[in-house]
């Protein structure tokens, strides 16, 4: 019989480090993860904040299409009501200008070119455009009514820092019943 009931063969006891091994090791996951956050402490640097700017948008220096042009529309088309063109101006645009003519006819490419086939042209910003689409009264940029051949000579609002949209609007004031042909060539210059 042995005095030690605990005690195994080659000195090795039963049930007395168990506790004891994971206060150690508790120990050692505690020193570890603050080893880490020291670490991770040491290794962050201080990120300044963004300088703010004060310069004015309109101050800032970008590519400007001064010196270019640009092809806005250049088309025959059918017109029975209303027909729309988008266009946009670019950013940095000081002096666009559009300039442009329409010619229309009645029924056909050849047919008659004089009142009776006479068409409204409107140029209208973003604003007068959800407007007009909504059929609510707005007043436009620029208008020309009642007329089958026209040159059109308009200088639009500078851009500053940000593109602008633009539509180039035909009207028939006939409405649908009398079909028109126009034939339309427009650009910007800058």
Request: aromatic residues 8%.
């Amino acid at each position: 019989m042995r005095g030690d009931p605990a005690a195994l063969q080659h000195g090795i006891r039963k049930g007395g480090g168990t506790l004891s091994t994971h206060r150690f090791r508790r120990r050692q996951m505690v020193a570890l993860l603050g080893a880490l956050w020291l670490l991770d402490l040491a290794c962050t640097k201080d990120e300044k904040p963004a300088p703010v700017s004060t310069v004015a948008p309109s101050e800032r220096v970008a590519p400007s299409p001064v010196g270019t042009t640009q092809t806005v529309l250049e088309k025959t088309f059918a017109l029975k009501a209303t027909e729309m063109f988008p266009f946009e101006i670019p950013a940095h645009a000081t002096m666009p200008h559009l300039n442009g003519l329409f010619v229309s006819y009645a029924g056909e490419p050849s047919g008659a070119s004089d009142d009776s086939a006479n068409i409204d042209f409107l140029v209208l910003n973003e604003d007068q455009q959800t407007d007009f689409s909504g059929n609510r009264p707005s007043e436009a940029m620029f208008t020309v009514e009642a007329s089958h051949n026209q040159a059109v000579n308009y200088d639009l609002p500078a851009t500053m820092d940000r593109p602008v949209k633009y539509y180039l609007v035909f009207r028939n004031p006939g409405g649908s019943k009398h079909s028109k042909i126009v034939k339309a060539t427009f650009r910007v210059d800058f």
